[in-house]
């Protein structure tokens, strides 16, 4: 029977909007959610909650921190279109994430990078389809027992962005990891140890900047 088995890995959701913030506004983002692996054995899902902050270095240019539950990540966004002159905005957003626990109860640790590309599509005034795809390399390890687990995969997800008001955005996302090369100890677990991992959850974004380009 298919289940979910725990696992400690990289965030596989993006939960920002592929539009940069622009140079000085900055967003604070609150992420609750799960994450496992899909594979034929026993085990359960891993519940997520992280805290997210971004800054406009430059009109399409963000810096960002990811900390909590899934480790810290650090991610840059590039903005590829303008939005005064595109409806669609595509960006991608490079990130490198890890984390390390060794004590009695737990001996765990990764590191990954990721470099997804975003997309995103505007409906009607204040909602918007977002979508990403791109490839993710990730390191599982035991530390005491010096075992490991690398895999590279394409990743992809789909969120939908909706303006509750005009500083606070709802983005529930689903996201899957499908890895095609591994090589180690897949009974470490992580997103390698099996065909297809995922992840879903829901991002509150908050973005008090009057500056902010409305959509």
Known sequence: MLVLVVL????????????????????LGIETGGTG??????????????????????????LGVRA?????????????????????????APSASGAFVDTEELSTAYGALHAPVLVGIPLVEGHEVQLAGGLLTHLQGRPRDHDSLWSLGATAAVGYAWEATKEVTLLPQVAFYFPFVRSG?????GPGAADLAMSGGLAVLVAPSPERVAR
């Open 68 to 92: 909590g539950s899934s480790g810290v990540e650090l991610v840059m966004k590039l903005g590829f279109t303008d939005p005064r002159y595109a409806d669609v905005s595509v960006s991608i």
């Open 185 to 189: 100890d897949t009974t470490i677990g």
């Open 37 to 62: 692996n899909i594979a034929e054995r026993g085990g359960q899902g891993s519940p997520t909650l992280d805290v997210a902050f971004r800054y406009g270095v430059g009109e399409q240019t963000d």
């Open 8 to 27: 400690g890995c990289a965030p596989l959701a993006p939960y920002h909007r592929a539009q940069a913030l622009g140079y000085g506004n900055w967003e």
